[in-house]
């Protein structure tokens, strides 16, 4: 007997569907009401399934994301991206390692809804203009315009300069050690002089409100000597996890010449739930 094709594409939809929205929750609940759409389907009309259940999950991934934008705007404190656990060797893929991590979900939460999808099937899948265009109802031509608009709005927010993969866990590991000291010079250290911590507590957890800049304030912020920190791997890099006074936070760096630029810190419990299996991503 032949698998369901949505099934077979599970992986791909999964990842379409997260980075269309950034959360794996509603990215799962956008893949429950894609198979309902499916189970409906004449399967004998539908030449090729994988293009079919993209734009499925997109249409539907777009109506939720509209949905969402309304309800981020009344967030508490600073929203981030939903961390996943992921294998390690999802970091060999570069290109989907890049598009799951949580800087690039942070730049694309700055895209309006038909950018963002645009520009994740375009540039993250390679899709053909004109299947995106019949998955946002748009022209090909317009999709085209949107997509170049997409590119250089995301140039424009996305760090500087990539980073080798030893590069940037060597790092990691040298401010997670710093981590584990408390001490606020070695923190120092290892951060860039205009370092930005960017909080994510969603209301239910100690978190700063406003982003912090400077290495002197976020290392002072960052010192504690009581915290549990151990070295995970989050949305394709290494990144760390920390326990302290009972609140955990998942963290993820961005590393530019040797040191951290930005740290990203997920505190929101509602977020720290896909961090006991590795999530299931594909291209």
Same mark, same amino acid.
């Given at each position: ?159 500087? +300069? ?28 290892? +951060? ?92």
């Amino acid at each position: 007997m032949t698998e369901d094709p949505f099934v077979v594409h599970r992986r791909l939809l999964f990842t379409v569907a997260y980075e269309m929205l950034g959360s794996a929750a509603d990215a799962e609940d956008v893949l429950q009401e894609s198979w309902l759409r499916w189970a409906d389907v004449d399967r004998a009309q539908v030449s090729d399934p994988r293009a079919y259940l993209v734009r499925v999950v997109t249409r539907q991934a777009l109506n939720r994301l509209r949905a969402l934008s309304r309800r981020r705007e009344d967030y508490v404190g600073q929203w981030l991206p939903e961390p996943l656990l992921t294998s390690p060797d999802v970091a060999e893929d570069i290109e989907l390692a890049d598009s799951v991590s949580i800087a690039m979900l942070t730049v694309l939460e700055t895209l309006g809804p038909t950018e963002r999808a645009v520009f994740v099937l375009r540039e993250v899948f390679d899709t053909p203009y004109g299947e995106i265009a019949e998955a946002v109802g748009k022209s090909a031509a317009a999709v085209r315009q949107i997509a170049r608009r997409a590119r250089e709005h995301v140039a424009a927010r996305r760090p500087r +300069m990539r980073v080798s993969r030893s590069e940037q866990q060597a790092v990691v590991e040298r401010f997670l050690a710093a981590l584990r000291t408390g001490r606020v010079q070695e923190l120092m250290e290892v +951060m860039a002089p205009d370092v930005v911590l960017i909080a994510d507590g969603g209301g239910l957890a100690a978190a700063a409100r406003v982003p912090i800049h400077g290495a002197g304030l976020v290392a002072r912020m960052l010192a504690h000597p009581d915290r549990v920190v151990s070295a995970v791997w989050l949305n394709g890099a290494l990144a760390g996890r920390i326990e302290v006074d009972g609140q955990r936070a998942a963290v993820s760096l961005v590393v530019e010449d040797g040191r951290v630029t930005r740290i990203h810190a997920i505190a929101n419990p509602q977020k720290l739930t896909r961090l006991e299996e590795p999530a299931q991503l594909a291209r």
